[in-house]
C-alpha cells in the first residue's frame, strides 16, 4: 500500500519559517521523482517545488524560488520543504506527490500519488 504522509504544517507570522516534511512506504523511493503541490481556496493547483530521483536536479515556481528549498534523503524516504521568509499569500494548501518519472517536474497530472495534505497558514 503506497502512503505518503505530510507533516510541519502550521500557523505562522509573515517573516517565520516551517519545514515541512513528506514520510513515504509502499513503493522504491529512490526510484521516483517527487514535488511539492500547494492549493489555495478557489485557486488551481501549483507545484512550489519539484526534485529528481537522486536529489541532484531541482525545480522551483518563481515565487518561491530564493525562499523555499526542495531536498530528499532516500534513506529515510522521505522529502522535505524548507520554506523561510513566509508571506500570507504562501497560504494554502501543501501536498506532496511520488511520480516514477526521472526529471522534475510541475505538472501535477504526471504524478501517480498523492499525500493527503497539509495546512500551512501565514498571517500578516
Known amino acids: 500500500q503506497v502512503l505518503l504522509v505530510e507533516s510541519g504544517g502550521g500557523l505562522v507570522q509573515a517573516g517565520d519559517s516551517l519545514k515541512l516534511s513528506c514520510t513515504a512506504s509502499g513503493f522504491t523511493f529512490s526510484r521516483y521523482r517527487m514535488g511539492w503541490f500547494r492549493q489555495a481556496p478557489g485557486k488551481e493547483r501549483e507545484c512550489v517545488a519539484a526534485i529528481s530521483r537522486s536529489g541532484y536536479y531541482t525545480y522551483y515556481e518563481d515565487s518561491v524560488q530564493g525562499r523555499f528549498t526542495i531536498s530528499r534523503d532516500n534513506a529515510k524516504t522521505t522529502v522535505y520543504l524548507q520554506m523561510n521568509s513566509l508571506k500570507p499569500e504562501d497560504t494554502a494548501v501543501y501536498y506532496c506527490?511520488?511520480?516514477?518519472?526521472?526529471?522534475?517536474?510541475?505538472?501535477?497530472?504526471?504524478?501517480?500519488?498523492w499525500g493527503q495534505g497539509t495546512q500551512v497558514t501565514v498571517s500578516s
Open positions: 506527490a511520488a511520480d516514477h518519472g526521472i526529471l522534475p517536474s510541475s505538472i501535477w497530472t504526471a504524478y501517480d500519488y
